[in-house]
């Protein structure tokens, strides 16, 4: 394994960490004012600034005028210092990413299958995507993560329930990627990957505590306070689409009944509306269009899904309340119409101590690149995945 960039192993290290955290929010300050939100005197800061700069990691930029004294010298992240890698891992395509320390994208890689992969098929695909991002970094190359469907368990990170692709249950993920990068590889499953992307792109959910519910093929949710995660054995803390929402009913796929991804979900939804209308090749964009022009048939079962999962939501947060409630996943493509749906059943249920306070917001999170960028994030703030970490 690379030595690390920064070690968090004494005074001199933890400022340098803090005074990049605060760059990589809010690029483009000047020393005085990275002392100011660090509580600490200038020279600190300027011993800090002038290692980093010395690491390649940062650069001066522009002097630019303050209200008090000379002008002061913006410093910004090196456009040429490290880079971190993302993969993604989804069951219609693989995508690779390299990305600075902020998660922008300076190359990008992607396989998409036409049709459901094998196994073999899908791992030399993710093989390739994994050369080519290397070789876009090369010696830059600080961290890689892995963004992966389905859950996982053990030292080897073995993968099940992969409901999108069974083929896959049986995996062990880490011997797998770290053969292929050649070392360290930071795995998460795809809410992380979300609330990694997010917190670093909207500053505003890395204060107070968040609930991130995603609803899409499958239904996960993930609770941060302050920008940290919550983790339980290796993975986010709530498989919320395994709750069981109807005792003894439909089975699915992680092989007991009733859970709610066999009422609230894409798949499920599909389901029963294929059965209904009598078109088994409806697809999910297809079930969009007919749901947004008032299908009678469509509009009755998102409702019903709409109230499974609203019902589920507003459980968890009456169990562990949040200032703030961000959902996403690709239901949200039914539209404004499934959102109000959404949203009414929460307020409706949530204890009213909780519905007092609440914010929610409803966020795309599902764009090709989200994952892999957010998968990069993440190995940037885990020390196994290369040298650098927050």
Known sequence: MKEKILKLNDIRSRNLQAVLEILLESEGLSRTEIARRMGCDNTTVSRAVRELIARKILMPGEKAGSEHGRPREKLLLDPAGPALAGISLEAERITGV???????????????????????????AVSRVIRAVRAHAGERLAGTGAAVFGSYGGPDFTLENAAALPALNGLALR????????????????????MAFLTRNF??????????????SGIGSLISEQGRFLFVRNNHGGELGHSICVPGGLPCGCGREGCLETVASIRALLRVCR??????GLGFD????????????VTEETEKAARFLGTAIANQLNSCPVDRLVVT???LELGQKFQDMLERVIRELVFSPVRADLAIHFIRLDFDNSLARG???????????GRYEV
């Open 275 to 280: 059965e209904k209308l009598g078109e088994p």
């Open 203 to 216: 500053p505003e959910f890395c204060s107070g505590s968040v609930m991130l519910i995603s609803s899409g």
């Open 329 to 331: 996943g690709r239901m």
């Open 98 to 124: 390299v990305t600075d320390l902020r998660g922008e994208i300076r190359a990008r890689e992607q396989i998409v299958f036409p049709a459901v992969p094998g196994r073999g098929d899908f791992l030399a």
């Open 375 to 385: 998968a990069a994030i993440f190995a940037g703030r885990t020390p196994q995945s």
């Open 286 to 297: 297809g079930l969009c269009r007919l749901f947004r022009s008032c299908d009678a048939v």
């Open 175 to 194: 011997p797998f990627l770290e053969a292929e990068t050649g070392g360290g590889v930071a795995i998460c499953d795809h809410l992380v990957a979300k």
